[in-house]
C-alpha cells in the first residue's frame, strides 16, 4: 500500500514569505508527527497528533510555526514569515497510534530553504 | 534538550566487523526504537524494545536495553557496505506517544 507522501518535496522561498507544507500519512494511522531535521543534525520533534486529541504542540519553536490536521487525516504545517534559520528538511511521519504497533512510518520529507 | 543521545557520533569499520552504538535517555520510558536513516531509504524502522524487555534481535541486529542505567545498545553483527547510514534511538516519554530523536551515530562501512 501507499506509504506517508509529502509535498513539495523541495521549496525554495524568500525570507519573510509564508510557506505550506502537506503530509498524507498512511490511511488508517491516527497518530501524525511532525519532525524538523537540519544538516548533519538529528530530529527535532515539532508537533504529534492523536486521533480527535488536541495536538501535543510542545516542539513548535515560534508562533511563526502551526499546524492542522483535517479529518484526521492530511495535515499541513504553516510557517509564517520565513526566517533563515527555518531552513532545514521537514519530515512527517504517521503509526497506528494508540493502542497499536508504535512504529513510524517516515515520508520522503520537504526541503525548505529560506534565502 | 534531547531525551536520548547516541554515542559515538561517528563509526568507521570493515565489512564483516560488528557496529556497536549506544543511546542514553534520561526519564522512563514505555519502549525504546532504533531507526536507520540513508539518502536512498530516508527513515526507516528498525526494532523496538520494550521497557520490560532486556534483549531483542531481528536478523543481524541485536538491541539491548538497560532501564537502571538509562541506556540501550544496537550491535550489527557481520557489517555490510550497505548498512553504511546513521543510526537514531527514539524514546517515548512514559504515559505518553510522544518520541524524542536522539542525535543519531554515523556508521560508515568500508568494503
Same mark, same amino acid.
Given at each position: ?115 | ?18 557496529? *556497536?552504538?549506544?543511546? %542514553?535517555? !534520561?526519564? =522512563? ?6 531507526? #536507520? ?26 538491541? *539491548?536495553?538497560?532501564? %537502571?542505567? !538509562?541506556? =540501550? ?6 557489517? #555490510? ?31
Amino acid at each position: 500500500g501507499a506509504g506517508v507522501s509529502q509535498s513539495p518535496s523541495n521549496k525554495v522561498t524568500e525570507k519573510g514569505k509564508d510557506v505550506e507544507l502537506r503530509c498524507d500519512p498512511i490511511s488508517g494511522h491516527t497518530a501524525l508527527y511532525w519532525y524538523r531535521q537540519s544538516l548533519g543534525q538529528g530530529l527535532e520533534f515539532l508537533i504529534y497528533f492523536q486521533g480527535n486529541s488536541a495536538p501535543d504542540k510542545s516542539g513548535l519553536p515560534s508562533d511563526r510555526f502551526s499546524a492542522e490536521r483535517t479529518g484526521g487525516s492530511v495535515s499541513t504545517l504553516t510557517i509564517q514569515r520565513t526566517q533563515q534559520e527555518d531552513s532545514a528538511v521537514y519530515l512527517c511521519a504517521s503509526s497506528l497510534g494508540a493502542g497499536g504497533p508504535l512504529e513510524q512510518y517516515f515520508g520522503p520529507g520537504t526541503r525548505l530553504t529560506v534565502t | 534538550s534531547q531525551q536520548g543521545e547516541e554515542d559515538p557520533q561517528a563509526l568507521s569499520i570493515q565489512e564483516g566487523e560488528n557496529a *556497536t552504538m549506544n543511546c %542514553s535517555y !534520561k526519564t =522512563s520510558i514505555n519502549n525504546l526504537q532504533w531507526y #536507520r536513516q540513508n539518502s536512498g531509504r530516508g527513515l526507516v524502522h528498525l526494532i523496538l524494545i520494550r521497557s520490560n524487555e532486556r534483549e531483542k534481535h531481528s536478523g543481524r541486529l541485536r538491541v *539491548t536495553l538497560d532501564t %537502571s542505567k !538509562k541506556s =540501550s545498545s544496537l550491535l550489527i553483527t557481520a557489517s #555490510r557496505a550497505a548498512d553504511t547510514a546513521s543510526y537514531f534511538c527514539a524514546t517515548d516519554a512514559a504515559g505518553t506517544y510522544k518520541y524524542i530523536f536522539g542525535t543519531g551515530t554515523r556508521l560508515k562501512v568500508l568494503a
